[in-house]
């Protein structure tokens, strides 16, 4: 790698590989902004020396011959409109591109909508009315009112979880290939044909390990430059690191990689300066200076870890079918020392299992982001998936922090297919090692959920997407409704004392126990699965210690959902009060928490929200 006195670098891109770009197959049509960033791009045999302080960038190989392609931030991307979805060109056939957002889904995947439609609807109610029929022992009040519509408040992702989990089970019992039955996707990618377009690995990173982040890349790395694949893919490790410990180090294990890889990745490193609009804002700041040159980028964290089939099956995917705008990859946890990040983990993978098999028969083409260890097709989502910068002050204003499922909305609003892959294999993620880690991740995405309830008005998003940001709100506020009944239970006497029997206990164990059964039906549906295949339970470790396993998150997670609970509902009762949370690092290595630590981290972070 070349750097200069005044981090000046020669930057770099094979002019074939830009001829290519400019006369892109791409299906996305999109307008003449992404087509004259290709077209600059796609330029050969001039040479551009940049400064470009106060960000670095190391390129791990010069461009053959001495062709150096020039370097040009392209115009930045307007606001998606309502018509912004619509390709120029023609869209009525599958083949010629992606369909219309306003255009209906297939009958078959419109019966399956409707269907899981109305059982969750019908679930619901007839839960909320179980609910008021063991509240009414001596009439309904307005305490028993309102825990009803506390009560009703928790209950959509209850019966969403349910009916996902007993499609995932049918699916899973029923038929050898699952996947494939539930969706479309699950069936490309699995042939050798050959890769003729060009993808961008993605590596987003803010105050890492440097050690950890070169182990883990460099392990993706060795993997795929043996390829012969490998020349039509690129790495960019794109840094919103601010510490200044961190900085050398990560500069310093780009150049590593890059000496290590030369010969066949290439390697580019870039800081920013300023971090604008988090992870969506680096993503964003690639498209536009390097994006061009790319029909795909493989969306990965610094904690990811993908095989290179699972890289190249994504890439066939989408290279497949022309339609396709977001896949992501079922993604389950590395091995980790932590009790408490293996204990998760296991739970996790468990659940996961029937509950995104279920999701993905009725959600379709509109299906999740998760925002890493995805691929995306790079046109659509420079014309249409720029994020909103929210108005006004206050801790829902601003960046928005829950980038994914929005960015997911809006590309399924340009006409593009979303779809998850639901199989395991080959993509991997770390899980947080304490409880505090945990918490300080789950904060962060609570407050970005909560963003959504600005964005929900977005004009043009199809439904399913609304209601996609609906429920991810719900995620979060069913904590609050959770406590507010615990507590209104508890202390109902105080507040309005009954003149009789305050409910039915009949009722009310009866009803306990079906809401306790549905909250766990991923992992039951799963663990009826595995033990139906022989085979299954051995990935686990043996049947017994599967099972032992069962018991043991059973617990793990029981104990931990009021502990969230309480968490979430301190943490939306501060927003309020202008309570917020940053986008800092995480801890990802195994430690001890000892208790009086514990709480003078949870002491002190409380107060430096306030």
């Known amino acids: 790698p070349r750097l200069g006195a005044d981090h000046r670098v020669r930057t770099s891109a094979s002019p074939a590989a830009g001829a290519r770009s400019g006369a892109s197959r791409s299906s996305a049509r999109p307008g003449a902004a992404y087509h004259s960033a290709r077209a600059r791009v796609g330029r050969s045999g001039s040479e551009v020396i940049a400064p470009i302080m106060p960000e670095l960038a190391v390129r791990s190989r010069k461009a053959p011959d001495g062709a150096v392609a020039r370097r040009e931030r392209s115009r930045p991307m307007p606001p998606p409109s309502p018509a912004a979805g619509r390709s120029p060109g023609p869209s009525s056939s599958p083949s010629s591109g992606p369909s219309s957002p306003a255009a209906s889904p297939a009958p078959a995947m419109r019966a399956r909508r409707l269907a899981f439609l109305a059982l969750v609807a019908g679930t619901i109610a007839a839960l909320a009315a179980t609910m008021v029929r063991a509240l009414d022992a001596d009439g309904l009040d307005a305490v028993d009112l309102a825990l009803v519509a506390a009560f009703s408040v928790t209950l959509p992702w209850t019966a969403v979880g349910f009916w996902n989990a007993a499609i995932g089970l049918a699916l899973m019992l029923g038929h050898r290939d699952p996947a494939a039955l539930a969706t479309p996707v699950a069936a490309l990618g699995r042939d050798p044909t050959p890769i003729d377009t060009r993808t961008a690995l993605l590596v987003c990173i803010r105050n890492e390990d440097p050690a950890r982040l070169e182990r883990n890349l460099g392990e993706m790395l060795a993997g795929l430059a043996p390829l012969p694949e490998a020349a039509r893919l690129e790495v960019f490790l794109l840094s919103d690191s601010d510490r200044p410990s961190v900085l050398p180090a990560e500069a310093a294990v780009a150049a590593a990689l890059g000496r290590r890889f030369g010969g066949a990745l290439r390697v580019t490193y870039r800081r920013r300066e300023r971090n604008p609009g988090f992870k969506a804002g680096n993503l964003r700041d690639f498209c536009e200076r390097w994006g061009a ?318």
Not at 411 to 426: D, I
Not at 454 to 479: D, E, K, N, T, Y
Not at 524 to 546: D, K, W
Request: proline share 7%; aromatic share 10%; net charge positive.
């Open 293 to 610: 040159a790319f029909d795909f980028a493989i969306v990965l964290d610094a904690d990811s870890v993908m095989s290179p089939a699972a890289i190249l099956r994504l890439i066939r995917t989408m290279q497949a079918d022309p339609k396709l705008g977001i896949v992501q990859s079922l993604v389950v946890g590395l091995p980790n020392a932590s009790p408490f990040a293996r204990t998760f983990q296991f739970g996790m993978r468990l659940g996961m299992r029937s509950y995104t098999l279920g999701s993905a028969w009725w959600q379709g083409d509109c299906g999740p982001y998760w925002g890493h260890n995805a691929i995306v097709r790079l046109a659509p989502f420079f014309e249409h998936c720029a994020l909103p910068e929210l108005p006004g002050r206050g801790p829902l204003s601003g960046s928005v922090l829950s980038h994914d499922q929005l960015e997911a909305a809006l590309m399924r609003r340009s006409g593009h297919e979303v779809r998850v892959l639901p199989l395991e294999g080959g993509s991997w993620e770390e899980n947080p090692p304490t409880l505090l880690e945990f918490v300080r991740r789950d904060l962060r995405w609570c407050q970005g959920n909560l963003q959504y309830l600005r964005l929900l008005g977005l004009p043009g998003l199809h439904p399913l997407s609304r209601l996609q940001l609906v429920l991810a709100i719900l995620m979060f506020a069913g904590s609050p409704a959770w406590i507010a009944f615990v507590l209104l239970a508890t202390f109902r006497d105080l507040i309005l004392p009954a003149t009789g029997p305050a409910f039915r206990a009949d009722v009310g164990g009866a009803l306990f126990v079906v809401v306790l059964g549905m909250a766990f039906a991923p992992k039951i549906a799963s663990v009826i699965a595995a033990l139906a295949n022989r085979e299954r339970p051995r990935e686990f470790g043996t049947p017994g210690r599967f099972l032992a396993g069962v018991g043991l998150e059973t617990a793990f997670s029981m104990a931990l959902a009021p502990v969230m609970a309480v968490v979430h509902t301190v943490f939306i009762g501060g927003l309020a009060f202008g309570r917020t949370i940053g986008w800092s690092a995480q801890v990802r290595d195994g430690h001890s928490v000892r208790l009086g630590e514990a709480l003078r981290i949870a002491a002190v972070e409380h107060h430096a929200r306030a």
